[in-house]
């Protein structure tokens, strides 16, 4: 019964994404975008009191500029009224990268909340 397999594997992969989110089994977009939302969606989301939104390529492009690798240290260190971490103490480099490329535009234009 093909019917009931690919019920199973469905009830996994929704198991998986619930259950253990920070498992690297999950798909990197999808654990981006929860860790973005859980941790850097507060100030990027409206950009209220200075920070670049999310996509605003303009907002991003003169940071963009400094290259991945200063966006990626400030992003661990703070800047300013940027937080350390930005607040996210599960996140991982590989996690701010994804998250980096996702605010500069990467994903431009994906309405918020969606998976890409
Ligand atoms: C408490 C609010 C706040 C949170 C939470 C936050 N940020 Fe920021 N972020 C800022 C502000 C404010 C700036 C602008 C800093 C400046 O240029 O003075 C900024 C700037 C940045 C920049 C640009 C740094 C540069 O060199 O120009 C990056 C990249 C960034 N944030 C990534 C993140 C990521 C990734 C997260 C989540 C893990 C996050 N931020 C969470 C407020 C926040």
């Known amino acids: 019964m093909t ?3 690919s019920w199973r ?3 996994f992969i929704l198991l998986g994404i619930a259950g253990a989110p920070l ?3 999950e798909p990197p977009e999808a654990r ?3 860790l973005w939302a ?3 969606a507060l100030c990027h989301i409206d950009g ?3 920070p670049p939104r999310v996509g605003d390529s303009d907002a991003w492009q003169p940071r963009l500029a400094q290259g991945r690798e200063t966006l990626l240290r400030h992003t661990v260190e703070g800047l300013n009224s940027m937080p350390p971490l930005g607040y996210c103490m599960a996140c991982e480099r590989e996690d701010f990268l994804s ?3 996702f605010m500069t ?3 431009e234009g994906a309405p918020m909340g969606a998976t890409p």
Request: with cysteine.
């Open 105 to 107: 535009g990467g994903l």
């Open 32 to 34: 981006t975008l929860e």
């Open 48 to 50: 209220n009191a200075g």
């Open 9 to 11: 594997s469905l009830l």
């Open 99 to 101: 998250m980096i490329d």
């Open 23 to 25: 498992v690297a089994a």
């Open 38 to 40: 859980r941790s850097c």
């Open 3 to 5: 019917h009931v397999r």
